[in-house]
């Protein structure tokens, strides 16, 4: 089955430094990646998707993902961390059908000043 | 705005009451899914439909029901309430189905008492 999972539910950061958010996915073929982003009280957006044409991908706000196929993950990072970053961030895979998403269960990033 | 619009945004309920959460998907989006957001579970994928037929189906209960209209807005019917169906339901659309970018709603929050 297409799954993922998210190494860390919590991360804290001070503003201005790295975001790493880590991502690992286990997959029969060759997957579909996003990763969500959702704010208190607020819908799922998308940061990013990779679906195979280019291993780093740039997402929305200065966030960018590299899927690694050796190492089977799939990591967001920022260099620099805004108090607007502070959020739930999912990783998910499309499911084997390739219609459903499956969803890790979120890492929450705590940005501080 | 992600352009996806669901109804209620809040709806508290009774034990063994019916409900039904509406979504409007984007402008010419021919899918639409239904998501489940709990505490325990995290989000996960209920149903799909594409054009008006089902297209996938997920770990949706038999006592939850969905369908899609000619004007491609989407309900999700659900009945005889159980405290554990309290939940945040999402709902997305696509341009069409398999491996396309979902753009979630901002949700409605069902609480049951």
């Known amino acids: 089955a297409q799954s993922v999972t998210q190494l860390d539910s919590h991360v804290s950061v001070s503003e201005g430094t790295p975001v790493l958010l880590r991502c690992n996915y286990s997959?029969?073929?060759?997957?579909?990646l996003f990763w969500y982003v959702q704010h208190p009280n607020k819908g799922l957006q998308l940061l990013l998707k990779?679906?195979?044409?280019?291993?780093l991908v740039k997402g929305i706000n200065g966030f960018e993902a590299e899927f690694k196929k050796s190492e089977t993950s799939f990591h967001l990072t920022k260099p620099s961390a805004h108090m607007s970053d502070a959020a739930e961030y999912f990783c998910?895979?499309?499911?084997?059908?390739?219609?459903?998403?499956?969803f890790g269960k979120g890492t929450s990033l705590l940005v501080t000043p | 705005d992600s352009g996806v619009t669901q109804t209620p945004k809040h709806l508290i309920t009774a034990t063994g009451q019916r409900v039904t959460l509406r979504c409007s998907p984007r402008?010419?989006?021919?899918?639409v899914y239904w998501y489940q957001q709990s505490l325990d579970q995290g989000l996960q994928f209920l149903i799909q439909?594409?054009?008006?037929?089902?297209?996938a189906k997920g770990n949706i209960l038999e006592r939850f029901s969905a369908q899609q209209f000619p004007d491609l807005h989407s309900e999700l019917n659900l009945s005889s309430l159980e405290l554990g169906d309290s939940a945040l339901y999402f709902c997305?659309?696509?341009?069409?189905?398999?491996?396309?970018?979902?753009?979630f709603g901002p949700g409605t929050r069902l609480t049951v008492l």
């Open positions: 990779y679906t195979s044409a280019a291993t």
């Open positions: 402008s010419g989006d021919l899918s």
């Open positions: 997305a659309s696509s341009l069409s189905g398999k491996l396309d970018t979902q753009y």
């Open positions: 998910v895979v499309n499911g084997r059908s390739g219609y459903a998403l499956n």
């Open positions: 439909y594409y054009n008006g037929e089902e297209r």
């Open positions: 997959s029969s073929y060759s997957p579909s």
